[in-house]
Structure formats: C-alpha cells, structure tokens
C-alpha cells in the first residue's frame, strides 16, 4: 500500500506522530511505514527518479555553492560539510557528497527535538533554524556543528534539512575542536544542546555573540554557520520549487518509497555478496595520558581497550554488528554516544556496499547495532567527554570493514576487499598567530593519510580518509595563512603502509617551521600509540602504530639559510634516519604522548606524521619488481625490501634468484621458530592463571567481565578456569 493509504500520515499530522508510525513499522525489521508496493516507482519510474535526481541535485549544489563562501579551510579545502533532506520523522532521504558520517548524527538530533516536543516549546515554524554540538542529543564530538531549518508546506511542517561541518575551534580548555587532556566534558568548549539559534531565515544577533566570545577565532565559526544556513535554506526553497510542480501528495509517497527502496536495495546487496552467518574480530584502542603534559586530575592514567566485534548475516540480508564485551567507558575524551556510531555504520556503509541505488536512511534499517550501556561504545553518562570519539570509532568501523571484506572474499568478490580505514593523528594548534592575534584551529591536511590494502591492488597512496572519502590534504598556502608555520616540506612517509602481497597505501609527514609567533602550541589527537588497530588481513601486516611528532627548538636553521647550506624537508630520508636531526642544531625533543613538552617559539621545527592501513596477504608473496619500484619511488626502504619481504636488490632491480632463496630462508626460518598451538596455549594459559598481565591489560580485562557475562564465561571457558575465577587485582 502506499504511505498516504494510511489516514495516520497526512499532511498536518505531527512531527511525533509521524516518528511513532515510523518506528512501529521498522521496530521488527518491517518495511518502512509499511510500504509493501514501491507505487510511485511502478506507477511512473521516470517521473520517480526525476524527482530523485533534483532533489539530490538541490543537496549536492547547496554544498558546493555554501563551500565557496566558507571562511574555513577545513569545509573549503577538506570539504569537512554535508547537507541532507530528511522525512517529517528525521529520516534522511537524499544527501550530498562529504562527510556522510553525520547523515544520521543529525536524525538524531532530529528526533531527539521531536520527542522533547520541539513543536509545543520553542516552537518549529517556517524560517526557525536550530543548532546542536552536543554528542548525546545527536553528534560524534563538539567540533561537529549542525544547523537544522524545517520545510513547511501549506502552514504545515513536512520535512527538514541538516547540514554539518567541522568547526577549527570551540573554545575548550585546549585550542582546536578536539580536547584531550580531560576526563569530562566540562573544559570541552561551546555547547549548542539542541537551541532555536535562529528565526525568520537568519541568526539571532545574541547566538552570534556568544560565538563571538567563546571560541578563539569567531569568523570560522560564524561564518561557517552562515554557510551551512544558506546551504539549507537553498535547499529548502528548491524543495518547495519541486513540490510545487509535483504535488505534496506525490512529494510525501516517493520520498518514503526512496528510503524503503534504499532498505531492500541494502539486504538483496547483502544477500547476493556476504556468505550468511558469524563473523568475528577484535581491535585495540589505548588511552595514554599517564604522565601526559597538562592532563587533569583523574584523566591521567593509561587505558587500553580491546574493541570486539561479532558481525551475524543472516539469510534476509540484515547485517547485527555486536559489541558485546567492549569495556566501561573512561576518564577521557574518547567516548563514543550511539549517535557517533550510528554514524560510524553509516559512511562505512556507504563506502563499502552503497555502490548502486538510492543512499539515505533505508540502509541504517537494514542494520543493527547492539551497543552495551555505559560501555566505551554507548556512553550514558552525559558529564562524560566525547572530544576525541573519532580515536574508537575508526578502529572500531575499519575492524567491521575487515569482517566484511571477509564475507566478500567467501562469496569471490575480490574487487570488494578493501581495507579503508586508517586511524590516523589530527594535529591542532594554538596560541599566538602570525598576525598577533589568539589563533586555535585543527589541520585538515591528514584528510591526505594512507588507506588499507584491496585483495587485488595495493592501498592508496596519500589520498584517502575513510571518514571522509573525498577530502585532500588543501593547499600549503592555505595553510600557512591560518597557522604560524611555514612548510619546509610534505613527503610520502616511507615504510607506513602495512605490508603484504598488496601493501597498505603510504601515508606523508610535514615539516613546519614556526613563523613569526613565539606563544604556538601544537598537539597530535585521537590515535593509539601503543597498539595496532589497523591490522592486515590474510597474513597482511598491520600498519604502524603512530608516529607522534619531533621538535627542534632553538635551531640553527637561519644559519643555514643564510649560509646556503640544506636545511630538512622531510622526517625520515631512508626509513632509518630522521633527517631533522641529520642536519639540524639544537634541542631535540620525539614526543610520543599527545603535546610536546612546551610552546614553541619563532624558528623552531616541528613535525608531524600521519596514518595509514593495514596489507593483504603475506609479504613473502609480493611481486619483487613491484618492491623494487616501491625502493625506488621512495615507498619502502631498502631495509624493508630485504628484512620484511625478502628481496634482494641489485641497483633499482630486484635480483630473482637471491631474492628466492632469501624467501627460502625466511620461510624455513618461520617454521623453525614456530610453537606448536597446543604449547602455545598452554603457556599463555599460565600467564592467565597467574594474572600475568601489564596494568592496563589487567584494567582492559576486568572491564569487559564486568560489563559482559557472556564474554567472562568465554573467557573463563576458553582458558580452561573455574566459573569463580577473577583477575588478581
């Protein structure tokens, strides 16, 4: 039947109403609003994806036009922006290009003014606009600002239109978006929880004060606001425009036709490419801010988490990702909400298996998410701080990537393995700027940083970041207008990629030198630094774990200029040297936690490197002409030619028969070190006994047992222990 054959659904029903139907008809896997017959599509395809087409053309065009007039690099250079249609009840139908993981952060936000009766109190009438940063209304962390405007229709509300963007600055306790030296979200910055920040299609002049006075560099924010407010209302006049010529009757069917489309286009892709049944894995994300600079009372310990993931296809074609296991959330800022990994599921499925059809809210209904309470996943206490989520939701959705990459494999989709995650640091700064004024802002370069391997083609070199699969690095120019840096140079950073038969894409690293302040603090954000959480698949490495960054104060560098002599333009020249130091005098400072230990000064050299995946299949496997090119383009360094995938080189070629027996050898060498599984397990199994663990794997283990019965019976059952048995404290 159609949507307007049920009398609920008419025009003049309630933004409630029309929530409450939708999740009674999705609640056990149903089609959406019971819509059993695609009318619309049947009646008349053409004119069905006519109106597809505009309205996805009205999103796509308000987002490029609303960029250019963006006074941030972060929407204008990475295209850190998204703008999206969505149902009376909040459910997406049409959205643009960019950041997708906040399609349906802003549903959530949505609904969460529906059910606190938004309509009644503020009110929701035509030209309002209302705001949200707030992770537990409907975000992943408080630099991602949403703005949200209604489409009314005959005095009657029928739909809205969201558009978020990065934000450089939201004035908490540390300059740029991302706080980490926290255990709670007071000193996160400028919370919008859910406001009416505007009326009659323009902001309200007191919103734009409290901008004005509580982040470090106001036009950012304000005029991305104006930004992503003209993007909406754009596509709100443009909605109007076509429901005028198509009819609101018309209108309401096919748009919810559009998302139930995109719901049975989802199970039959799931059914025709993933084998049904079980598929499990695990990865890590560690907290480390024991000892850190600056960090607060209470946030200043270690924390390692294991992140386990079971993902069950059944034979309808729903995906249930569940992670039952996963440890209590942390005095940090790491914490993900259900909204935040509502949108992890969202852009990987849209970058894994959105590949054909319509992409809107029809492909989250064909999901399920089993997120335990109070866990590192489903943080339920709202003093918590969630500045840093991305730092759990990468590793977290790039293990689901894998999980499915395996599910394609089994069904013999080889062009669909793809390891696209790369959990990469974010560097952020402020202080003094160049200009002499207060400066606080996030570098987007990293949107440039490695993806994981395919099963039929190495990884992408320094141009993919799966939470934003159109992004770049932006131009150094740009840059160096908004910081105090100049670039001495961007290089490929050797050996990042994770190696195998196809290795990992390589990442890059920066130089800079500051310029003209002598007040800049600089940090690297949300990546473990002591635990693999890219790994390989099918005997692939995982990539590297982070590279924090080098400094250099009180350098030699005008010197050398002015004596005509090198100066560095890379981090590392062969993967075993960093040329920083080779050429440089002065006070040297590798720094693996999350600041260096002091501001930095005019001349002073700072380095950041930045993240990439993990390979497919053994190493030993790979093409030696292919890592002879990779030596010579400056990919893999001679060591790791000859050390990790057994090849032998002579000049830029690799030698055939040195490099057999190398392998030869190698693989001998393998079998030779190899513990039978049996010994193995019974080793590790006193190591268990004995609760012979590091401190935070202690911490890690107890959590998940506490949080998850079922996970402690596992545990206990697959060690061979008693139902009694505890980790010592």
Same mark, same amino acid.
């Given at each position: 039947?159609?949507?307007?054959?049920?009398?609920?659904?008419?025009?003049?029903?309630?933004?409630?109403?029309?929530?409450?139907?939708?999740?009674?008809?999705?609640?056990?896997?149903?089609?959406?609003?019971?819509?059993?017959?695609?009318?619309?599509?049947?009646?008349?395809?053409?004119?069905?994806?006519?109106?597809?087409?505009?309205?996805?053309?009205?999103?796509?065009?308000?987002?490029?036009?609303?960029?250019?007039?963006?006074?941030?690099?972060?929407?204008?250079?990475?295209?850190?922006?998204?703008?999206?249609?969505?149902?009376?009840?909040?459910?997406?139908?049409?959205?643009?290009?960019?950041?997708?993981?906040?399609?349906?952060?802003?549903?959530?936000?949505?609904?969460?003014?529906?059910?606190?009766?938004?309509?009644?109190?503020?009110?929701?009438?035509?030209?309002?606009?209302?705001?949200?940063?707030?992770?537990?209304?409907?975000?992943?962390?408080?630099?991602?600002?949403?703005?949200?405007?209604?489409?009314?229709?005959?005095?009657?509300?029928?739909?809205?239109?969201?558009?978020?963007?990065?934000?450089?600055?939201?004035?908490?306790?540390?300059?740029?978006?991302?706080?980490?030296?926290?255990?709670?979200?007071?000193?996160?910055?400028?919370?919008?929880?859910?406001?009416?920040?505007?009326?009659?299609?323009?902001?309200?002049?007191?919103?734009?004060?409290?901008?004005?006075?509580?982040?470090?560099?106001?036009?950012?924010?304000?005029?991305?606001?104006?930004?992503?407010?003209?993007?909406?209302?754009?596509?709100?006049?443009?909605?109007?425009?076509?429901?005028?010529?198509?009819?609101?009757?018309?209108?309401?069917?096919?748009?919810?036709?559009?998302?139930?489309?995109?719901?049975?286009?989802?199970?039959?892709?799931?059914?025709?490419?993933?084998?049904?049944?079980?598929?499990?894995?695990?990865?890590?994300?560690?907290?480390?801010?024991?000892?850190?600079?600056?960090?607060?009372?209470?946030?200043?310990?270690?924390?390692?988490?294991?992140?386990?993931?079971?993902?069950?296809?059944?034979?309808?074609?729903?995906?249930?990702?569940?992670?039952?296991?996963?440890?209590?959330?942390?005095?940090?800022?790491?914490?993900?909400?259900?909204?935040?990994?509502?949108?992890?599921?969202?852009?990987?499925?849209?970058?894994?298996? =959105?590949?054909? #059809?319509?992409?809107?809210? /029809?492909?989250?209904? &064909?999901? !399920?998410?089993?997120?335990? *309470?109070?866990? @590192?996943?489903?943080?339920?206490?709202?003093?918590?701080?969630?500045?840093?989520?991305?730092?759990?939701?990468?590793?977290?959705?790039?293990?689901?990537?894998?999980?499915?990459?395996?599910?394609?494999?089994?069904?013999?989709?080889?062009?669909?393995?793809?390891?696209?995650?790369?959990?990469?640091?974010?560097?952020?700064?402020?202080?003094?700027?160049?200009?002499?004024?207060?400066?606080?802002?996030?570098?987007?370069?990293?949107?440039?940083?490695?993806?994981?391997?395919?099963?039929?083609?190495?990884?992408?070199?320094? =141009?993919?970041? #799966?939470?934003?699969?159109? /992004?770049?690095?932006? &131009?150094? !120019?740009?840059?160096?207008? *908004?910081?105090? @840096?100049?670039?001495?140079?961007?290089?490929?950073?050797?050996?990042?990629?994770?190696?195998?038969?196809?290795?990992?894409?390589?990442?890059?690293?920066?130089?800079?030198?500051?310029?003209?302040?002598?007040?800049?603090?600089?940090?690297?954000?949300?990546?473990?630094?002591?635990?693999?959480?890219?790994?390989?698949?099918?005997?692939?490495?995982?990539?590297?774990?982070?590279?924090?960054?080098?400094?250099?104060?009180?350098?030699?560098?005008?010197?050398?200029?002015?004596?005509?002599?090198?100066?560095?333009?890379?981090?590392?020249?062969? #993967?075993?040297?960093?040329?920083?130091?080779?050429?440089?005098?002065?006070?040297?400072?590798?720094?693996?936690?999350?600041?260096?230990?002091?501001?930095?000064?005019?001349?002073?050299?700072?380095?950041?490197?930045?993240?990439?995946?993990?390979?497919?299949?053994?190493?030993?496997?790979?093409?030696?002409?292919?890592?002879?090119?990779?030596?010579?383009?400056?990919?893999?360094?001679?060591?790791?030619?000859?050390?990790?995938?057994?090849?032998?080189?002579?000049?830029?070629?690799?030698?055939?028969?040195?490099?057999?027996?190398?392998?030869?050898?190698?693989?001998?060498?393998?079998?030779?070190?190899?513990?039978?599984?049996?010994?193995?397990?019974?080793?590790?199994?006193?190591?268990?006994?004995?609760?012979?663990?590091?401190?935070?794997?202690?911490?890690?283990?107890?959590?998940?047992?506490?949080?998850?019965?079922?996970?402690?019976?596992?545990?206990?059952?697959?060690?061979?222990?008693?139902?009694?048995?505890?980790?010592?404290?």
């Amino acid at each position: 039947m159609s949507i307007l054959d049920s009398t609920r659904f008419v025009v003049g029903t309630t933004a409630k109403e029309a929530l409450e139907l939708s999740e009674q008809t999705t609640a056990h896997g149903g089609p959406y609003y019971g819509i059993d017959t695609l009318s619309a599509r049947e009646a008349d395809p053409l004119r069905y994806e006519s109106l597809h087409t505009q309205l996805r053309s009205a999103v796509v065009a308000a987002r490029e036009t609303a960029r250019r007039i963006s006074a941030s690099p972060a929407i204008r250079e990475q295209g850190e922006f998204v703008v999206a249609l969505y149902t009376l009840a909040g459910d997406a139908i049409v959205l643009s290009t960019g950041i997708m993981v906040h399609v349906e952060t802003v549903s959530r936000f949505i609904k969460w003014m529906i059910r606190n009766d938004y309509e009644a109190s503020p009110g929701v009438n035509a030209g309002d606009i209302f705001g949200n940063n707030d992770s537990f209304i409907g975000d992943v962390q408080p630099a991602d600002m949403m703005d949200v405007v209604p489409v009314h229709w005959g005095g009657h509300l029928i739909g809205w239109i969201g558009a978020v963007s990065h934000v450089l600055d939201v004035g908490g306790v540390e300059p740029g978006g991302e706080v980490a030296i926290i255990g709670d979200r007071y000193g996160e910055g400028m919370f919008v929880t859910g406001e009416k920040i505007g009326s009659n299609d323009d902001l309200h002049r007191d919103y734009l004060i409290r901008c004005e006075r509580n982040v470090r560099v106001p036009i950012y924010w304000i005029l991305d606001e104006k930004a992503k407010v003209s993007a909406c209302l754009d596509v709100r006049d443009k909605v109007l425009e076509i429901i005028g010529k198509v009819g609101i009757d018309y209108y309401l069917t096919a748009t919810h036709e559009f998302i139930e489309e995109n719901r049975r286009g989802q199970l039959a892709r799931v059914r025709s490419m993933l084998v049904p049944g079980h598929y499990r894995g695990v990865t890590h994300y560690s907290s480390l801010y024991e000892g850190a600079v600056g960090v607060q009372r209470g946030a200043a310990v270690d924390l390692l988490y294991a992140i386990p993931l079971e993902m069950t296809v059944d034979e309808t074609g729903k995906i249930c990702l569940d992670f039952d296991g996963m440890a209590e959330s942390g005095p940090h800022t790491s914490n993900c909400t259900v909204a935040a990994m509502d949108g992890g599921l969202f852009i990987t499925l849209t970058q894994m298996m =959105g590949f054909d #059809g319509k992409v809107n809210h /029809g492909a989250k209904l &064909a999901t !399920e998410l089993v997120l335990p *309470e109070s866990s @590192l996943v489903n943080v339920v206490d709202e003093t918590s701080a969630t500045s840093t989520s991305w730092g759990v939701l990468i590793p977290a959705f790039s293990l689901f990537q894998r999980l499915l990459s395996r599910g394609f494999f089994a069904r013999g989709f080889l062009e669909e393995v793809f390891l696209g995650g790369s959990a990469t640091p974010f560097m952020e700064g402020g202080g003094i700027s160049q200009y002499g004024s207060q400066f606080g802002a996030g570098h987007f370069e990293c949107a440039s940083c490695g993806s994981g391997a395919r099963a039929l083609l190495d990884g992408i070199d320094v =141009g993919y970041a #799966g939470w934003n699969p159109e /992004g770049d690095m932006g &131009a150094a !120019e740009v840059w160096e207008m *908004e910081f105090p @840096l100049l670039y001495l140079g961007r290089r490929t950073f050797i050996d990042s990629g994770g190696a195998g038969r196809f290795r990992g894409g390589v990442t890059f690293a920066s130089i800079w030198k500051v310029h003209n302040s002598n007040d800049v603090t600089l940090s690297s954000k949300e990546h473990s630094g002591r635990v693999f959480d890219q790994a390989g698949i099918f005997g692939g490495y995982p990539a590297p774990t982070a590279h924090r960054h080098v400094a250099v104060r009180r350098t030699d560098l005008d010197q050398r200029v002015a004596n005509n002599e090198p100066i560095p333009h890379s981090m590392s020249s062969d #993967g075993e040297h960093i040329d920083v130091l080779q050429l440089l005098k002065g006070e040297v400072e590798v720094a693996e936690g999350q600041y260096a230990s002091a501001p930095f000064s005019e001349g002073d050299i700072y380095t950041h490197a930045y993240g990439s995946g993990g390979g497919y299949g053994d190493p030993l496997d790979r093409d030696p002409e292919r890592v002879a090119a990779d030596v010579s383009n400056g990919m893999v360094s001679a060591r790791a030619a000859r050390q990790t995938y057994g090849v032998v080189l002579t000049g830029d070629r690799a030698n055939p028969e040195a490099t057999e027996e190398l392998r030869d050898s190698m693989r001998r060498a393998r079998l030779a070190d190899a513990v039978p599984t049996q010994d193995w397990l019974a080793s590790e199994r006193a190591r268990v006994l004995a609760s012979d663990f590091a401190a935070p794997v202690k911490t890690m283990y107890r959590s998940s047992m506490t949080m998850s019965p079922a996970f402690a019976a596992e545990f206990r059952w697959f060690w061979g222990l008693d139902e009694t048995w505890e980790i010592a404290r």
